[in-house]
């Protein structure tokens, strides 16, 4: 028999991401943010609501018009006569009650004189001109058109935004339209950041032999701040044992979460694993998927007691972007107490061939064509950044699966999974 492959026992310890998920989950459960803060209304876009927002009012809060056009009473339109115009109610003013025979000019908002049961749009109405001018109505009208009943959006006493609701454009305008000034939200998490990497230096500065531009600071900057994130950045921390754990222990004191990219594999010049385990405790993990198979997780305890999450994210580039995306992002939303689930994922069909899957699970960088199919970056290397910028989300590709053009994949928006 022959020895066993190298490969296998490294293989063996890949750990699936679901399971790393849960476990991720329930490591950041106890961190929950309990402070809150309240913000106006306006002030509140991405921010997670720690009260549900309860209406006092109903929406609309009377019966009104959805067109420009004339109020009557639809029993007055069976003779077909024309009609006598009373008066005329404008958006923000109030009618008086619409007399028997009559109709009334009104525009979109305005509230339904008492006595009218029907608005007729203008464009089927024909105005005679007189003393009184009179009104003319044209074709089929069905009792009870175009009224906005009151009430019919929101009903006093309705929650309409739950708490752990994270606030969108429309979630600020629906808070608003119920008369809610001011919002009750989640503290933003606190993220310190920094990279590990003497080959690192920032844009601007001379780029020596064997540097590179540090890409993921402003990468993951971006993703933490779109995801409501303070962020405390730390820089660049030279590949010394003692200038790490000095790093860590400055972002644990302020912070809810450490995040990290770079150093979290087994080399010499690796000094994230030995720092956190000095300074807290550490899980490392290989993740069962393609790109961004290594994984830090653990925490930092702080000088003045409890302790900040840490997350060490790999230093590719691509790796880190997608690594944080699907496994820090859950973490920030169990944080803020949401659900640390993904978005859901879309069934769209593939235009591209896949023949050669890997073992892992993979997420592929992808676009969604004119013709309704999705399209593959040609280049899925971890260090290829450009296809991060062309994509507008990832396959989601069980390991070990072939895709052919036509077959139906799990697609995951990038705008869902930056700021779900």
């Not at 390991?399 to 869902?416: E, H, K, N």
Request: charged share 20%; hydrophobic share 45%.
């Amino acid at each position: 028999m022959s020895p066993p492959s190298a490969e296998r026992p490294v293989r063996a310890l890949l750990l699936p991401l679901d399971e790393a998920l849960a476990r991720l989950g329930e490591g950041a459960a106890p961190h929950r943010i309990a402070a809150t803060e309240t913000v106006p209304t306006a002030q509140a876009l991405g921010r997670v609501l720690a009260e549900p927002v309860v209406s006092e009012v109903d929406v609309p809060p009377a019966d009104n018009s959805s067109m420009d056009g004339y109020a009557l009473r639809h029993a007055d339109l069976g003779a077909g006569r024309p009609l006598p115009l009373a008066q005329r109610i404008a958006a923000g003013s109030v009618g008086q009650a619409l007399q028997p025979g009559t109709v009334a000019r009104i525009f979109t908002g305005a509230p339904i004189p008492p006595g009218a049961d029907t608005v007729v749009m203008q464009e089927q109405c024909e105005l005679i001109p007189g003393e009184p001018s009179e009104v003319h109505v044209q074709g089929e009208v069905r009792a009870g058109q175009w009224i906005r009943r009151r009430g019919e959006d929101v009903q006093a006493g309705a929650t309409v935004l739950p708490a752990g609701a994270r606030l969108t454009p429309q979630a600020m305008g629906l808070a608003a339209s119920v008369g809610a000034a001011r919002l009750v939200v989640v503290r933003r998490p606190r993220v310190a950041l920094f990279s590990t990497g003497d080959e690192l230096v920032m844009p601007g500065e001379p780029l020596p032999p064997g540097a590179i531009y540090n890409s993921n600071r402003f990468t993951l900057r971006g993703l933490l701040e779109a995801a409501g994130c303070e962020v405390d950045d730390l820089g660049i921390v030279p590949d010394r044992l003692d200038a790490t754990r000095d790093a860590l222990r400055r972002a644990a004191q302020g912070s809810d979460l450490i995040l990290t990219s770079g150093g979290v594999s087994v080399g010499e010049e690796d000094h994230l694993k030995p720092a956190v385990q000095a300074e807290g405790r550490l899980d490392l993990w290989q993740l069962a998927i393609k790109p961004g198979k290594p994984l830090a997780f653990g925490s930092v305890r702080r000088a003045a007691g409890g302790e900040a999450l840490f997350m060490g994210l790999p230093g590719n580039p691509v790796s880190s972007f997608v690594t944080f995306l699907i496994a820090v992002a859950p973490v920030l939303r169990v944080l803020q107490g949401m659900p640390g689930a993904w978005p859901a994922a879309w069934p769209l069909v593939a235009g591209f061939d896949w023949p050669r899957p890997d073992k892992r699970r993979e997420f592929l960088r992808a676009r969604l064509g004119p013709d309704g199919r999705l399209a593959l970056f040609p280049n899925q290397s971890s260090g290829v950044l450009t296809s991060a910028v062309w994509a507008d989300g990832l396959v989601d590709n069980p390991a070990g699966q072939a895709i052919r053009a036509g077959d139906t994949v799990r697609f995951l928006p990038l705008a869902s999974l930056i700021a779900a």
